[in-house]
């Protein structure tokens, strides 16, 4: 498969992502019984993994989007800019993150000190994928889907320079 300039391969299918999602809406139905969690997706990756968890949880939530910029600049740490923030009060709520994908922990650290010092009851990251060799951060991840090995991946919500987020399989960079 090709996208871009870059060959891929399949590395996950759309049954196996589906089944590790519909397994962690059930946690976390489980988990957040009785209380009424802000859910908070990152967009642009989190969309497809967003609707799938919602037809598994079903328990009285509310769902709302944030949007996050990085800058590549000459350092290997991107900049990380608030683009769309949530506009519902988050004072007091029970928020859970949802991530398409955890890889250094950059964007994931800037989330946390954005939602920190907003008086939140309490809050938690759930990402889809995760590539534990490249996570170099102490935050701990509550949910995580589905372990990565630490190379470049598209498919499912994700990403090669905005192509590729449509495709329902997961494809890996494959080795030339
Ligand atoms: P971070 O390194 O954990 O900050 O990852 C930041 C962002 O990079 C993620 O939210 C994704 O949007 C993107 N990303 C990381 N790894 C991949 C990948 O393998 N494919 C596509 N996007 C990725
Ligand atoms: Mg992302």
Excluded: W
């Excluded at 870059?6 to 809406?25: G, N, P, V």
């Excluded at 598994?56 to 590549?72: G, H, I, L, T």
């Excluded at 928020?95 to 650290?109: A, F, K, N, R, Y």
């Amino acid at each position: 498969m090709r996208l871009l300039d870059q060959d891929f391969e399949l590395f996950l299918t759309q049954a196996e992502i589906e089944s590790a999602i519909a397994a962690m809406a059930r946690q976390l139905a489980e988990d957040y019984r009785g209380t009424c969690p802000l859910f908070v997706g990152v967009l642009n990756g989190c969309f497809r993994f967003a609707a799938e968890l919602f037809k598994y949880y079903d328990a009285p939530c509310e769902v709302s989007f944030v949007k996050m910029a990085s800058y590549q600049g000459l350092t290997s740490t991107g900049i990380v800019e608030t683009l769309l923030d949530v506009s519902e009060s988050v004072e007091g709520r029970d928020v859970v993150i949802l991530e398409d994908i955890v890889d250094s922990g950059h964007t994931l650290q800037h989330l946390v000190t954005h939602f920190s010092d907003k008086n939140i009851r309490s809050f938690k990251i759930a990402t889809l994928f995760y590539k534990p060799a490249s996570y170099d951060k102490e935050y701990e991840i509550a949910y995580k889907g589905i372990d990565l090995p630490s190379e470049f991946v598209v498919g499912y919500g994700l990403d090669y320079n905005e192509k590729g987020r449509e495709l329902n399989n997961l494809y890996i960079l494959k080795n030339t």
